[in-house]
């Protein structure tokens, strides 16, 4: 069976092919990054109509590099939400389109639901049940994943997400868009005990993350030392932050895997390319006998191959999307399957 990934619901128009669940004949992501870096953030006008401009290019070279027709398509699978609804129509109404045209059958695919799977991309493969850390600029949940079409939320942020904290401070220290990348680059060269952010660790037990509190410690350390005059040492104030955002989400996820008695962690989403995450997570997995599942860099931030692979699932099931349905903007747990 070949299905036709379609994802549009940020800054990156993307379309892959995948055969079954188990090869991917192509992906084709085209990022905006430069286009929104200026502003420091995603402008959802720009984004929108830069999705229109690349849709068509994006599709016909996945088409092209899988070496198919839209002949040979049995379904697609498109990102139906969470994300900017501007975008998110983008790629929905071109899939319905097709699907219209065509007269072939499409499912709409929940973004988080492509995350929690994206880690059957790689090549080491975890077994069910999983806790999943799905964290990126949008959300950072943890998930309880039970099989591919079963999801239990088990906590998420109640402010900021991971990614959101990285690019707000990469904007408040002036090191631009997107800030995820940048701040783990600069990190690099800093200690990350040199100054002591605080960790919301919220009520005992909860999964739940709150960032927000960070991101002001972060600015208020900033403006004492320009108040007093003092030079700001970027790559510790950005390893001391990195460090307090990775803790709190390797350190969940663990009492989240005791607590469920679960031995596999997968990380998801743009932050698990973080190189500090995905180290911590494999170090304290390694202490307290969990394995950890990394997905390969290019599978952790968005991408159409794992919208392609939830919806092959969706599409096994039975799952077929009719004409009238709208894209949505917000997680919402019943959505996801
Ligand atoms: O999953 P993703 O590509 O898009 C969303 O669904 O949001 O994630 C993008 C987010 C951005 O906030 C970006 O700063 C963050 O992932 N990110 C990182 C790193 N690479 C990307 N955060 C921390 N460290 C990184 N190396
Ligand atoms: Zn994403």
Partial sequence: MLILGIESSCDETAAAVLRDDT????????????????????????????????IYPVV?????????????????????????????LVGY??????????????????????????????????????????????????????DQLQYQLLGRTRDDAAGEAFDKVAKLL?????????????SAQGDPNA???????????????????LKTAVANYVNQKKTKGEDLKLPDICASFQEAVVEVLVEKSLLAAKMYNIS???LAGGVASNPRLRSLMKSRGEEEDIFTYLPSMEHCTDNAAMIAL???????????????????SRMDVANLT
Wanted: glycine share 10%; net charge negative; charged share 20%.
């Fill in 60 to 88: 016909k070279k996945a088409l092209t590099m899988a070496d198919v027709t839209l002949d040979d398509i049995d379904c697609l699978a498109v990102t139906r939400g969470p994300g900017l609804v501007g975008c998110l």
């Fill in 23 to 54: 090869e991917l004949l192509s992906s084709v992501v085209n990022s905006q990054i430069e286009i929104h870096s200026k502003y420091g953030g995603v402008v959802p006008e720009l984004a929108s109509r830069h999705h229109m401009e690349a």
């Fill in 195 to 213: 100054i002591s952010f605080p960790r919301a660790w919220l009520e005992p037990e909860s999964f739940d993350f709150s960032f927000s509190g």
């Fill in 310 to 328: 939830a919806g092959y699932h969706l599409f096994k099931s039975g799952k077929r999307d009719t004409y009238d349905l709208d894209v949505y």
């Fill in 174 to 186: 002036g090191l631009g868009y997107p800030g995820g990348p940048i701040i783990s680059e600069v």
């Fill in 93 to 146: 109404s071109f899939a319905k389109a097709i699907s219209m045209v065509r007269k072939i059958p499409y499912v709409g695919v929940d973004h988080m639901a492509g995350h929690l799977l994206s880690i059957f991309l790689s090549d080491r493969k975890p077994t069910f049940p999983y806790i999943s850390l799905a964290a990126s600029g949008g959300h950072s949940s943890i998930f309880l994943v039970k």
């Fill in 264 to 266: 596999n962690i997968v």
